[in-house]
């Protein structure tokens, strides 16, 4: 028996096999023009790309799939790249949630069917990553995730426009009149001005940070924008990283521990992230057995500042975020002030801590795991904090913060969410953060939207207005429908904000006091089901509270009389979506797809 890893990889199961069934997996290879020599026992590296010109956030993964492929060449791999769907937020409906379980499915079983010996997952839009964490997590081999980059900064007759965020604003503008149709169109064509995923601190930028701070992904390469040139160094880097992780068996249960999603949750609080990536930490936990609770994002975040400046909760986007010093300036502020575990392992086969220590450096390390730096590395704006005045004010300092500590992602319980609320308050007004009101109900988004322009409706600015059906059973694929615009007559009346309910998500790219991911859904019975119009809700966010002000025993009375709605999927995906899909607070996966299957060689069919 040989030491040598070269004939014990996984992909010389295929490659390497005698007779047939190698000739079989050689040749079809090489009519693609492969030489012979890659067939050596190098590792085999593939290449998941989610590039598709119908997620238009991931359109240009073809040209990071190129870069990720010099680097795999240049360290000694083999590189092969291989598509997997693409769930765009911005086209698919009825949302791209209803997919991301699909994808993560899919990502597994390609990764694992296939001879290779580890991956560079390539993501954009807010779904693909989690999605193709979740599938790598849940097959174990080596893994680093490239994140697209978001678009350039949007401008519009001389301010910064960020995509998402602004898209509420005009709205508003439009239905007030401070803006024409003709604006409004125009304006549409200065918010998404390159490629790449949205530039404010939207889901996308959120999960491509947490990536980071997970460990998954080259430190400083989140933040640099899609059309950076830097953006395909990294891409590169993460090419010859990965032949280094195969040789060094470094997978995504050595780096995907709880100390690692405790950072990212404090990491999410720190720059203001995302809603959203509750459901997706959550998910991403149980493909690898890591125990993590919707509490935790409460209990984890409450001393944690908001450090980050950018919208929806404040002023900046994400390229003054990249210059200012991106995600490592954050990580440095944190460690600084004991809120993260700095002996964390990463991609880089270094801690947390030691990434950080040179702030100049991408992380790549070469073959051997050895201290190597890349070109850009003697760029002062990759990862280098620079301390001008501008920039500490898109990242603040921990005794400065740009929000003080306990303002980030509150967790609620109550007779409403006896499983759970999440909020963001940074996102949110001030005044109504506690709140009495009266409800107006609405079985579904559109039962809203169909009314919410009508001069006579029965809403004023201290109602307390109800979606519900939105939920990840009830829609399907809870979609992010929560914070739906204000009436139009309070609009007018220059009403800013009003308290939402909703068992769906929001957009993080969104902002207000929306109260999201109420658990159980309606659709499931939860206790959203049984308000009606007139009660009384209070929201006392401070207290972690939301309740339903009726008592019990007509709660009871109202439960007795409801009925489950019928069942609209009779087949097809979303009938399986539908009957397997658990709660927002438990990340919303399929129960069947929860922990790690491994990577396993499938038996030879030839």
């Known amino acids: 028996?040989?030491?040598?890893?070269?004939?014990?990889?996984?992909?010389?199961?295929?490659?390497?096999?005698?007779?047939?069934?190698?000739?079989?997996?050689?040749?079809?290879?090489?009519?693609?023009?492969?030489?012979?020599?890659?067939?050596?026992?190098?590792?085999?590296?593939?290449?998941?790309?989610?590039?598709?010109?119908?997620?238009?956030?991931?359109?240009?993964?073809?040209?990071?799939?190129?870069?990720?492929?010099?680097?795999?060449?240049?360290?000694?791999?083999?590189?092969?790249?291989?598509?997997?769907?693409?769930?765009?937020?911005?086209?698919?409906?009825?949302?791209?949630?209803?997919?991301?379980?699909?994808?993560?499915?899919?990502?597994?079983?390609?990764?694992?069917?296939?001879?290779?010996?580890?991956?560079?997952?390539?993501?954009?839009?807010?779904?693909?990553?989690?999605?193709?964490?979740?599938?790598?997590?849940?097959?174990?081999?080596?893994?680093?995730?490239?994140?697209?980059?978001?678009?350039?900064?949007?401008?519009?007759?001389?301010?910064?426009?960020?995509?998402?965020?602004?898209?509420?604003?005009?709205?508003?503008?439009?239905?007030?009149?401070?803006?024409?149709?003709?604006?409004?169109?125009?304006?549409?064509?200065?918010?998404?001005?390159?490629?790449?995923?949205?530039?404010?601190?939207?889901?996308?930028?959120?999960?491509?940070?947490?990536?980071?701070?997970?460990?998954?992904?080259?430190?400083?390469?989140?933040?640099?924008?899609?059309?950076?040139?830097?953006?395909?160094?990294?891409?590169?880097?993460?090419?010859?990283?990965?032949?280094?992780?195969?040789?060094?068996?470094?997978?995504?249960?050595?780096?995907?521990?709880?100390?690692?999603?405790?950072?990212?949750?404090?990491?999410?609080?720190?720059?203001?992230?995302?809603?959203?990536?509750?459901?997706?930490?959550?998910?991403?936990?149980?493909?690898?057995?890591?125990?993590?609770?919707?509490?935790?994002?409460?209990?984890?975040?409450?001393?944690?500042?908001?450090?980050?400046?950018?919208?929806?909760?404040?002023?900046?986007?994400?390229?003054?975020?990249?210059?200012?010093?991106?995600?490592?300036a954050v990580l440095t502020e944190l460690l600084g002030g004991g809120l993260l575990h700095g002996n964390q392992i990463t991609v880089t086969g270094r801690t947390v801590a030691e990434n950080t220590r040179d702030t100049g450096d991408t992380g790549d390390t070469g073959d051997t795991g050895d201290t190597g730096k890349t070109g850009n590395t003697e760029t002062a704006g990759n990862t280098e904090r620079v301390d001008s005045d501008s920039d500490s004010d898109v990242i603040t300092r921990l005794d400065a913060p740009f929000q003080p500590a306990g303002t980030g992602i509150a967790v609620l319980r109550g007779n409403l969410c006896p499983d759970g609320a999440v909020i963001k308050q940074s996102a949110a007004s001030p005044h109504l953060l506690t709140h009495r009101g009266p409800a107006r109900v609405f079985d579904s988004p559109e039962a809203y939207h169909e009314v919410a322009d009508d001069p006579d409706l029965d809403i004023d600015e201290n109602t307390v207005v109800v979606i519900r059906n939105a939920g990840p059973k009830g829609y399907p694929g809870m979609p992010e429908v929560s914070n739906v615009p204000l009436p139009a007559k309070l609009l007018k009346a220059g009403v800013k904000d009003m308290v939402r309910v909703c068992d769906g998500r929001m957009s993080g790219t969104g902002y207000g006091t929306v109260v999201l991911h109420v658990a159980p859904e309606a659709a499931v019975g939860g206790p959203l089901a049984l308000v009606h119009d007139g009660d009384q809700v209070v929201l006392d966010v401070p207290n972690r509270t939301l309740r339903l002000d009726v008592d019990d025993a007509e709660l009871t009375r109202r439960r007795q009389a409801w009925r489950a709605p019928a069942e609209r999927h009779p087949g097809g995906y979303a009938w399986l979506y539908t009957q397997h899909v658990e709660q927002a607070d438990q990340g919303a996966d399929f129960g069947f797809l929860r922990g790690n299957r491994g990577h396993e060689v499938p038996r030879d069919s030839h």
């Open 1 to 328: 028996m040989t030491d040598d890893p070269r004939t014990s990889r996984r992909s010389q199961a295929w490659f390497g096999a005698q007779g047939r069934s190698g000739m079989v997996y050689r040749s079809w290879m090489r009519s693609q023009g492969f030489g012979h020599e890659v067939f050596d026992g190098r590792p085999v590296i593939g290449i998941a790309t989610s590039a598709s010109e119908l997620a238009p956030c991931n359109a240009h993964l073809t040209r990071v799939a190129e870069a990720v492929k010099r680097g795999v060449w240049q360290a000694g791999g083999f590189p092969l790249e291989f598509p997997t769907m693409a769930t765009g937020e911005t086209l698919m409906r009825p949302t791209a949630m209803l997919y991301r379980n699909l994808m993560a499915m899919e990502v597994e079983e390609l990764i694992r069917a296939n001879p290779l010996d580890g991956v560079v997952l390539l993501s954009g839009c807010d779904k693909t990553t989690p999605a193709m964490l979740m599938g790598a997590a849940s097959v174990d081999l080596p893994a680093v995730m490239v994140t697209g980059g978001p678009m350039l900064n949007g401008k519009y007759r001389g301010q910064d426009v960020g995509s998402g965020t602004h898209v509420w604003k005009f709205e508003e503008d439009l239905k007030t009149g401070r803006m024409t149709e003709e604006e409004c169109f125009f304006a549409e064509g200065c918010m998404a001005r390159s490629n790449g995923h949205c530039m404010t601190m939207g889901t996308a930028s959120t999960m491509a940070c947490l990536a980071e701070a997970l460990g998954m992904q080259l430190p400083g390469s989140a933040a640099w924008p899609a059309v950076d040139s830097r953006r395909m160094e990294t891409a590169q880097a993460a090419g010859r990283r990965i032949v280094g992780m195969v040789e060094e068996e470094l997978r995504p249960s050595r780096i995907l521990t709880r100390e690692a999603f405790e950072n990212a949750v404090r990491v999410n609080a720190a720059i203001g992230g995302s809603t959203n990536a509750v459901i997706h930490l959550l998910a991403i936990a149980g493909r690898v057995g890591v125990e993590l609770s919707l509490r935790d994002f409460d209990e984890l975040a409450r001393a944690v500042p908001t450090l980050v400046n950018l919208m929806p909760s404040g002023k900046y986007l994400m390229e003054d975020f990249c210059y200012a010093g991106g995600l490592p």
